[in-house]
Antibody
């Protein structure tokens, strides 16, 4: 059974940093691209970042480029999102999600974690 | 970025009704289109991939169609458990982008 468990969310001041983690199990983690998707309170879904299983590519939304860094440790089956220079507009539930097919780019998000809430406020 | 426009933004229907949601892309995305269901307080769930393929385990009352720029998502016989917000998502280009969502309510 595929499981994705996010952690690391919390309250942070504007300009601060936070690192999210997503612990994966139940599949061959290193062969799947993974993404982060966020959802501001009462709003829709916004894809934030994605990366391939082998770290051949990393993609970012313009809204976070230069401030967020996606990474993964395939030996620990864990995906990360380092978030710096946080703004109030980054307040959201952050989901990690697994691609549907092996060895593909960012396309279809087949499994999602339960999400972790990030609140940026003074 | 490719813009995805869903309509309507909300819909109310009775149990047993057929419900249709449309999604329009700002450019040709062939059939690189997925549909997700999100129930309140829960993570999104993949229902339809590649415009018309039903994800394993998803009831057959859900269906999708379309290609190019215009797509349709249909629930053929609405059930109470279908109360949710539905999103389309394109993956022709990165960044992948979502429609704004359609909130489905039961009359």
């Amino acid at each position: 059974e595929v499981q994705l468990l996010e952690s690391g969310g919390g309250l942070v001041q504007p300009g601060g940093s936070l690192r999210l983690s997503c612990a994966a199990s139940g599949f061959s983690f290193s062969t799947y691209a993974m993404s982060w998707v966020r959802q501001a309170p009462g709003k829709g879904l916004e894809w934030v970042s994605g990366m391939s299983g082998s770290d051949m590519y990393r993609y970012y939304a313009d809204s976070v480029k230069g401030r967020f860094t996606i990474s993964r440790d395939n030996s620990k089956n864990t995906l990360y999102l380092q978030m710096n220079s946080l703004r109030a507009a980054d307040t959201a539930v952050y989901y990690c999600a697994k691609e549907q097919w092996q060895m593909t780019s960012v396309t279809t998000l087949e499994y999602w974690g339960q999400g972790t809430l990030v609140t940026v406020s003074s | 970025d490719i813009q995805m426009t869903q309509s309507p933004s909300s819909v109310s229907a009775s149990v047993g009704d057929s419900v249709t949601i449309t999604c329009q892309a700002s450019q040709d995305i062939t059939n690189y289109l997925n549909w997700y269901q999100q129930k309140p307080g829960k993570a999104p769930k993949l229902l339809i991939y590649e415009a018309s393929n039903l994800e394993t385990g998803v009831p057959s009352r859900f269906s999708g169609s379309g290609s190019g720029t215009d797509f349709t998502f249909t629930i053929s016989s609405l059930q109470p458990e279908d109360i949710a917000t539905y999103y389309c998502q394109q993956y022709d280009n990165v960044p992948i982008t979502f429609g704004q969502g359609t909130r489905l309510e039961i009359k």
